[in-house]
């Protein structure tokens, strides 16, 4: 079996095929207001309240390591050397934890489709950490009390190492049920072929592009960049900005500006002059530059998107503690720099630069090439201007959804 550490641009082509599928089921969960329906999988969801203090320390001070990990994770989404995984056999070694890796989880919406029934009933899902994007189905298994509560006094690395942007964030206040595995984002991507400099939201609405912008048909994407565009904050937005930024968002594609709202495929038609600015992710992008397409990417001055793939605890979990252990593990700023090497996502562990830069000194060829263009690339440490600017997806309860959906769905799809 061909050993794609060896092979950065093997490497990233792979892990690009992660994204592409995980942002396939990000649009299609968002594209289906029935898909917003808890009863989809035959179970009623019920809201439980926010959890007491002295309730989690009494659950946590119960638990024990019992010296094993079932873990699930997205493909191609942690370091790999053949048929090994370097950290977590170093997680292994210093703490006697063996873990059960399983590459499970295709898609948000169809892995928590299994899970959520198991959860509802009580019962064991076979794991004992996973891996969720913040967006609806990470919210509704925090609103209905399907993920255990952390104990932050047991993640001394994260409080120690974490970017700032990755901790409290609004859809999970306090990091109460997680924290982030990876972090990307979404900003402006633009031809230099055909346009020349990008710095604003408005670029996107500018006349003399007209029929060669593209635009995401995922509509929490795309309502994000409607209201960048007003100055308005999705963390704290309601209905009367949504509908502000819905006709914002109109006028654009009635003006004959938006070539296509595209899934995935932006990213060929960028390369190919089809559109010449496009919304874009950073992974994409990262992974194109790599290849050696001459593509730009900004975080406008009006802000760009920040989503995070997080590690979290479901409630039926046999093994918490050591669960627990391994999401703190991965915050050691060694540990990180294995990680972020590998995957070429943002790390959240900004003390990471360094560590790659000094592996560049070390290696030679094109592995030293690599390793620098990771270190340098803004795509995967974000500048502090840029993620000063970054903000979530507006957090949304089923019935916020409906409205959301009822706004943004026409502007994509009429």
Same mark, same amino acid.
Request: proline fraction near 6%.
């Given at each position: ?44 969801g ?26 699930a994770?997205?493909?191609l ?7 090994k ?15 059960a ?12 489709? $299994?899970v959520?029934?198991? =959860?509802?009933?009580?019962? &064991?899902? *076979? ?6 994007? +913040? ?19 047991k ?8 970017a ?5 964030p609004?859809w999970d206040?306090?990091?109460t ?42 509509t ?9 565009a ?13 509908? $502000?930024?819905?006709?914002? =968002?109109?006028?654009?594609? &009635?003006? *004959? ?6 899934? +995935? ?7 190919r002059?089809d ?9 994409d ?7 050696g ?7 406008p ?9 997080n ?19 991965v ?13 070429n996502?943002?790390t ?30 803004? =795509? ?5 201007a ?29």
């Amino acid at each position: 079996m061909h050993d794609s550490r060896t092979n950065p641009a093997f490497l990233r082509g792979m892990t690009q095929s992660r994204s592409v599928t995980r942002r396939d089921a990000f649009r299609m969960a968002g594209l289906s207001a029935a898909g917003l329906a808890l009863a989809a999988c035959g179970v009623q969801g019920k809201k439980v309240a926010a959890p007491q203090k002295d309730a989690v320390a009494e659950y946590w001070a119960a638990q024990k390591k019992n010296g094993t990990l079932r873990f699930a994770n997205w493909p191609l989404y942690i370091d790999k050397d053949g048929k090994k995984y370097p950290s977590l056999d170093l997680f292994t070694k210093d703490t006697g934890i063996q873990v059960a890796y399983q590459e499970a989880i295709q898609d948000n919406s169809t892995f928590f489709g $299994k899970v959520q029934p198991l =959860l509802a009933a009580n019962n &064991d899902i *076979g794991y004992d950490l996973m891996v969720l994007t +913040n967006g609806l189905q990470l919210s509704k298994a925090i609103e209905l009390g399907y993920l255990v509560p952390l104990d932050h006094s047991k993640l001394p690395n994260f409080a120690a190492n974490a970017a700032p942007k990755v901790k409290n964030p609004t859809w999970d206040p306090n990091n109460t049920h997680t924290i982030p595995w990876t972090v990307g984002l979404t900003g402006i991507a633009y031809n230099p072929k055909y346009v020349d400099e990008v710095t604003s939201m408005e670029d996107l609405w500018n006349p003399k592009y007209k029929g060669k912008v593209g635009m995401m048909l995922d509509t929490q994407e795309v309502a994000n960049f409607g209201m960048f565009a007003l100055g308005i904050d999705p963390d704290t937005s309601g209905e009367a900005d949504w509908r $502000k930024a819905g006709e914002k =968002l109109k006028q654009q594609r &009635d003006a *004959g500006l938006v070539r296509k709202y595209y899934e +995935n495929d932006y990213v060929d038609a960028l390369a190919r002059g089809d559109v010449w600015i496009t919304m874009a992710w950073s992974g994409d992008i990262f992974q194109q530059v790599a290849e050696g397409k001459d593509l730009k990417f900004v975080v406008p001055q009006e802000g760009g998107t920040i989503w995070t793939d997080n590690m979290c605890i479901p409630k039926t979990a046999q093994n918490p503690l050591d669960a627990l252990t391994l999401m703190d593990y991965v915050y050691q700023p060694k540990i990180a720099t294995m990680l972020v090497e590998y995957i070429n996502y943002i790390t959240p562990v900004p003390a990471t630069k360094d560590l790659v830069l000094a592996d560049a000194e070390k290696a030679t060829g094109d592995d030293k090439a690599s390793l620098e263009q990771i270190a340098n690339s803004p =795509l995967i440490y974000p500048s502090e201007a840029d993620q000063a600017k970054l903000r979530s997806y507006k957090a949304l309860t089923s019935a916020e959804e409906k409205i959301f959906e009822s706004i943004f769905q026409p502007v994509t799809q009429g």
